[in-house]
């Protein structure tokens, strides 16, 4: 489907529009959710981030954890019915030390009988590919965030080709790719039409939507109200018809929309929730997700944390 084509559907009555996303929809909800192993003092300057260092943002900063405490936190996920550890560290990319010792966790995790291994670590080169999935990591985790002709708007310390071709590397060497977008960034409609297309190049198996939660001392701190709710579900239901075979998953952000927009977005369009919290914001309880999807007669998937 062309820009245009996706245009023309963006435009339409929302209530058409969300049955024509229905169409590609499942009954299943996936949940997932994260551990940050390593947080702020990133070299970039992408406008959102509490953790980059360009900004004086009130987080606590702290270096990779040890395996010993991510392997501890894996059999405690596990314990709780998780079936997918994620490993999520700050960073454009993990330095020599940084990456050994992350490949060193995926093994232990791969090592806990029932659990997948997913890490989200920043750009990657070839090698580094390589010996992630030759260590067996099932998944990983890299956003494009906006639109090409969006991002120098963005980040400027690192480029919108050099993202992709991370996602390119993550399926070269044959592990599934979950790749999204922050919606809510001073981008316009054509341009998350532009985001669409691109996700539907890079086809991920993953999508994960983040809404902009304008973090104090960025210099996005102000942009509360570049998309309204209404935006948010047409833009949900073009990503999902222009990408019907990748599941849409809520991410950071989804607080922005009411409980019935969040309603609307999961029976139409979105079939993942990042439950619990956050890397530098809060989300919502499993048990409160869990309620939603019960309330939705969708189906749960699987437990992932
Ligand atoms: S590279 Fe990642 S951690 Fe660093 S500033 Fe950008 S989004 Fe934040």
Do not use: W
């Not at 010792?101 to 997948?116: A, F, P, S, W």
């Not at 902009?212 to 579900?233: A, R």
């Not at 530098?280 to 939705?296: R, S």
């Amino acid at each position: 489907m062309n820009k245009s084509d996706l245009l023309n559907l963006y435009n339409l009555e929302l209530e058409e529009l969300l049955k024509k996303s229905a169409d590609f929809m499942t009954n299943n909800i996936e949940f997932c959710s994260l551990v940050n192993a390593r947080n702020g003092k990133c070299s970039q300057n992408c406008k959102y981030c509490a953790q980059s260092s360009y900004y004086k943002t009130n987080i606590d900063a702290f270096p990779l954890l040890d395996t010993e405490t991510v392997k501890n936190a894996a059999i405690d996920a596990k314990k709780h019915g998780a079936s997918r550890f994620a490993i999520v560290t700050s960073g454009k990319t993990p330095d020599e030390s940084d990456f050994d010792r992350i490949v060193e966790m995926i093994k232990e995790i791969n090592k806990i009988d029932g659990l997948n291994s997913c890490a989200s670590i920043g750009i990657l080169n070839e090698e580094q590919a390589e010996i992630l999935a030759d260590a067996g990591l099932t998944r990983f985790h890299h956003n494009i965030n906006t639109c090409k002709s969006y991002y120098p708007e963005v980040c400027t310390t690192h480029t919108y080709d050099e993202r992709v071709n991370t996602c390119r590397l993550v399926k070269k060497y044959g592990m599934e790719l979950c790749c999204g977008v922050i919606l809510g960034m001073g981008e316009t409609v054509e341009q998350r039409v532009e985001m669409a297309i691109e996700l539907a190049e890079i086809q991920p198996d993953s999508i994960p939507i983040n809404i902009l939660m304008p973090i104090p001392e960025t210099p996005f701190e102000n942009y509360h109200d570049k998309i309204d709710e209404e935006n948010i579900l047409r833009t949900l239901a073009i990503f999902k018809i222009a990408n019907p075979k990748s599941v849409l998953r809520f991410c950071g952000g989804r607080m922005r929309l009411s409980e019935k927009h969040q309603e609307l977005a999961l029976k139409y369009c979105v079939e993942g929730i990042l439950t619990g919290n956050y890397l530098t914001t809060t989300g919502k309880k499993p048990e409160d997700d869990i309620k939603t999807v019960k309330k939705l007669g969708k189906t749960l998937l699987c437990t992932t944390i």
